[in-house]
């Protein structure tokens, strides 16, 4: 199975919906053609996608910005391109008047819970989860 065509099919299908956004940094790309598209002749550093989440009226809380996905390459780590992406997704919470920006980091995962606590996000939930029995 090529991995990377599924998830580039993955992508595509979701841009298809209005509150799904993915932002691609790509280090190098700075030349454009006529039209409003860059051209892609560098280096995927990383990636960041949201969709936002609108709440019901029957709960008290306000539409959210979902951080869906976040992953910066190797090489790009600690040099400012996460930074760069999540006052991106903080931008598009202000243009879609999101008053949160919410996401999910793995427990183990020291270097980014630190990086988000530096940035001003507070852990308010717990998710839990469980396998479910195949039977």
Excluded: Q
């Excluded at 053609?33 to 995927?44: C, H, I, Q, T, W």
């Excluded at 609108?54 to 090489?75: G, Q």
């Excluded at 999910?104 to 998710?127: H, L, M, P």
């Amino acid at each position: 199975m090529d991995l990377v065509a599924v998830e580039v099919a993955f992508r595509l299908e979701r841009l298809e919906t209005a509150d799904y956004r993915t932002w691609i940094a790509v280090d190098g790309c700075c030349s454009r053609k006529s039209g409003d598209r860059p051209l892609a002749d560098g280096e995927f550093a990383g990636f960041v996608a949201t969709e936002i989440d609108e709440s019901p009226p029957v709960f008290d809380r306000p539409d959210r910005l979902v951080v869906t996905d976040i992953y910066v390459r190797e090489p790009y780590r600690g040099t400012g391109l996460a930074h760069d992406l999540i006052d991106r997704v903080t931008k598009r919470a202000r243009e879609a008047t999101c008053t949160e920006l919410v996401l999910e980091v793995g427990v183990d995962n020291d270097r980014a819970i630190a990086f988000y606590e530096k940035r001003g996000f507070e852990t308010d939930r717990r998710r839990m989860t469980m396998p479910v029995d195949s039977r």
